[in-house]
């Protein structure tokens, strides 16, 4: 079998979400926007689709990449755009190369009629679920106090989630970032919901080392499962500062770049305690799935970064614990449940107990539709 065609289209759909000066995503007033439909076409009228990718580096990069060769050749067509990648540094992503990792995924289940976590060595069939939540805000009744975080807390909990994470203040909020308030927040979190969930804070990106450890020594106090992304994560010196003196898990690295490798490098260099890989942040599950065998090579755990299809079939074939499944981001004011236009289903329905299972479908599992795709071509 050979790829003949790498087609890209970009669709329009009717959004709730904004972002905001800093790209962070909040609640706002309903608008267009656009998504991209990738499909891996064949000589064989084999077909795999995924969403996602910025349509100029699809075209311009990965088309050429992979057009006349076989389909199962994931890892040759991912080292190929892995490779021009270096010369188009910062504009060609490792979203882009996993929208068509996903795809090439998804065709190969879809040809063999398995899902996508089986074809990788199936391990479980069900993951427990984290609420994440959308940043603060100051929307009245969002996010917007430590109240207001309690007060979703607890409204998760009582649909079934047995974790959450929050996602606090960040500019461009005029008076944010702010360690106090933060910790306000969650500390008002875990009186709500008493000591038996799981809790973690993902807080503003670029704290300095002891407005961190100030963070950490508070959450230490009141019990959190992990602190997340505190500071800049180009410094790995200052994250093994950090995980050296808190007792609590310090996880890391999302948003570093540099695929296995830089994972490699935090492990050796205990920057975190809990290592972390999204098909998102790594181009694809081809190289999320490296990062799950490496972490296990060294008994360290791993969160698996991001919900979406590619990253619930990694889960389900792990074999060392997968933490939890990023589930959001949520806010009171959003329906997550509901499904966006272009999908005839979500992927991650939630359990009674806080569960998400593994999609049943043949390939990602994810039900794209088509007919409304076409109708709403850009
Ligand atoms: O800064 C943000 O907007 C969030 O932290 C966002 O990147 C979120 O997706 C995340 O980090 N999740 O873990
Ligand atoms: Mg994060």
Not at 25 to 50: I, M
Request: charged share 25%.
């Amino acid at each position: 079998m050979k790829v003949t065609d790498l087609r890209v289209q970009t669709f329009k759909y009717r959004t709730k979400i904004v972002r905001d000066s800093e790209g962070h995503t909040h609640p706002g007033p309903e608008h267009d926007s656009t998504q991209t439909l990738v499909t891996v076409v064949t000589d064989e009228g084999a077909e795999g689709y995924a969403l996602g990718g910025n349509p100029k580096m699809l075209l311009e990069v990965s088309k050429p990449a992979m057009v006349g060769e076989d389909p199962f050749d994931r890892e040759r067509i991912w080292q190929r755009q892995r490779q021009w990648q270096r010369l188009h540094v910062g504009s060609f992503s490792d979203r882009d190369i996993c929208a068509v990792d996903l795809a090439l995924w998804d065709l190969a289940g879809r040809y063999l009629k398995m899902p996508v976590h089986k074809l990788l060595g199936g391990f479980r069939e069900k993951v427990p679920a984290y609420a994440s939540t959308m940043c603060g805000d100051e929307l009245k009744g969002g996010l917007d106090t430590p109240e207001a975080y309690a007060d979703f807390a607890g409204a998760c909990v009582a649909k079934g989630y047995t974790a959450f994470k929050l996602h606090t203040w960040m500019p461009p909020i005029p008076w944010a970032p702010s360690p106090k308030q933060d910790v306000a927040a969650c500390a008002a979190v875990r009186k709500r919901v008493g000591p038996d969930i799981a809790l973690m804070l993902d807080c503003f990106h670029d704290y300095d080392r002891q407005q961190a450890l100030y963070i950490g020594q508070e959450l230490e106090k009141l019990g959190y499962h992990w602190i997340e992304e505190p500071m800049d994560e180009h410094s790995v010196s200052s994250y093994a500062w950090l995980a050296e003196q808190l007792r609590m898990p310090v996880i890391g690295p999302e948003t570093a770049e540099g695929h296995i490798q830089t994972r490699a490098e935090w492990i050796v260099r205990k920057a975190s305690d809990i290592s972390r890989a999204g098909v998102g942040d790594l181009g694809g599950i081809t190289p999320v799935m490296k990062a799950v065998h490496l972490a296990e090579a060294f008994g360290v755990r791993l969160e698996i970064h991001g919900g979406g299809a590619g990253n619930l079939n990694v889960l389900g074939a792990m074999g060392i614990q997968g933490e939890y499944y990023e589930r959001g981001l949520l806010h009171p004011f959003i329906d997550y449940d509901k499904p966006p236009a272009y999908l005839h289903a979500i992927i991650d329905p939630l359990d009674k107990d806080g569960n998400v299972h593994m999609p049943k479908g043949p390939g990602l599992g994810q039900e794209i539709d088509f007919a409304y795709v076409k109708k709403h071509l850009a």
